[in-house]
């Protein structure tokens, strides 16, 4: 990825953001003479044709122009978008909306899904308030056969969370209650920054797999929907080229409103992740197989400095990144702007 020219990622920047706007396969000449390029549309073919072999590009049919493939849109949104920000003028309406708005956080939440989803063109999704600190209480863990190991964590909340995991070696049920014993005693009542803190003895492979799937089921807690996910924007993203087909409008219509898989999403993208900011999910990143035709942005939101939920936008690889992803992370600072602000009062 590292190796294209200037040439080739001016190219590819240039057709993704076009290709973007028209939702038709892109032709070398369009390109020179849309953007005014300094060279020829033969040479800009043969950049095109480089990149279709790089795997950022594929042409749909013959004698047709390129348009971005998932890898394609990927390096552009790491590679080339640059860090925009939203003009002084959206980021004064859109706080102007929140302010007129009433001093409740269930607004303001409801207010964002409906900001996103105008701003962006596409979908929106945020989930409500997440409040309570999860802490760990008790680890059991339960010999089922060969290296398999279940895994149940519970919180101080009450909450039980079960795994399966598969260790690199064989254990004993009074080893595994030996060693749960352990994790019991070392992380008692601890959140999930105290988990992550913790230097465990070197040297046992088995009790750095377990402890790190306690600190996961830990930090998911903290932000997995207890409450509503406020949706808008539906229209938006049906009304895409890409969802046209009754098949692929159905499956749309079924990630929008599949709670388990928002959760794991949201649990798996920002809440297991410890880089800050927004996080952009193009292709389901060849985890989610039902996200192979749609990209997220999302980023969380919260107050002094605790991640309390999640917000974004979903549509067809072929969005806007360039405008949604600063609008994403606009709104969520301006949330966790007024909820801090809401708290301290």
């Avoid at 105008?118 to 760990?136: N, S």
């Avoid at 998911?220 to 938006?236: K, Q, T």
């Avoid at 098949?247 to 749309?252: D, G, M, N, P, Q």
């Amino acid at each position: 990825m590292s190796g294209l020219t200037e040439r080739q990622k001016l190219v590819l920047a240039l057709l993704v953001r076009d290709y973007v706007e028209r939702a038709e396969p892109i032709s070398s000449g369009r390109l020179v003479d849309n953007y005014q390029l300094d060279f020829s549309p033969a040479t800009a073919r043969n950049e095109m044709a480089e990149l279709e072999v790089a795997g950022f590009l594929y042409q749909p049919y013959t004698s047709a122009g390129r348009i971005p493939t998932k890898e394609g849109y990927r390096y552009y949104v790491r590679e080339l978008m640059g860090e925009d920000r939203l003009p002084k003028h959206i980021q004064e309406m859109i706080r102007h909306q929140f302010y007129q708005a009433r001093h409740d956080v269930d607004d303001w939440l409801s207010l964002s899904a409906s900001v996103l989803a105008q701003h962006c063109g596409v979908a929106a999704i945020v989930t409500t308030l997440h409040t309570e600190e999860a802490r760990f209480k008790h680890l059991a863990l339960l010999s089922t056969r060969g290296r398999q190991v279940l895994v149940l964590v519970i919180l101080n909340s009450g909450e039980v969370h079960q795994q399966t995991l598969v260790l690199d070696e064989g254990m004993t049920q009074a080893e595994l209650t030996t060693m749960a014993g352990q994790i019991n005693q070392m992380a008692a009542k601890m959140d999930a920054k105290q988990l992550q803190q913790v230097e465990l003895p070197a040297g046992n492979p088995s009790l750095e797999t377990i402890f790190r799937a306690v600190r996961q089921t830990i930090h998911g807690s903290e932000v997995v929907v207890a409450g509503e996910i406020y949706r808008d924007g539906l229209a938006n993203m049906l009304s895409a080229p890409e969802f046209a087909e009754p098949h692929k409008a159905k499956r749309t219509l079924e990630i929008f409103e599949d709670r388990a898989m928002l959760d794991d999403l949201l649990t798996k993208t920002i809440f297991e992740n410890d880089s800050p900011g927004v996080h952009v999910i193009i292709g389901g990143e060849d985890v989610w197989d039902r996200l192979e035709d749609t990209s997220l942005i999302l980023a969380s939101y919260g107050a002094s400095d605790r991640t309390m939920g999640a917000l974004g936008i979903l549509g067809p690889m072929r969005m806007a990144y360039n405008r949604g992803v600063p609008t994403v992370r606009f709104v969520s600072e301006l949330v966790s702007e007024l909820i801090s602000e809401s708290m301290n009062k």
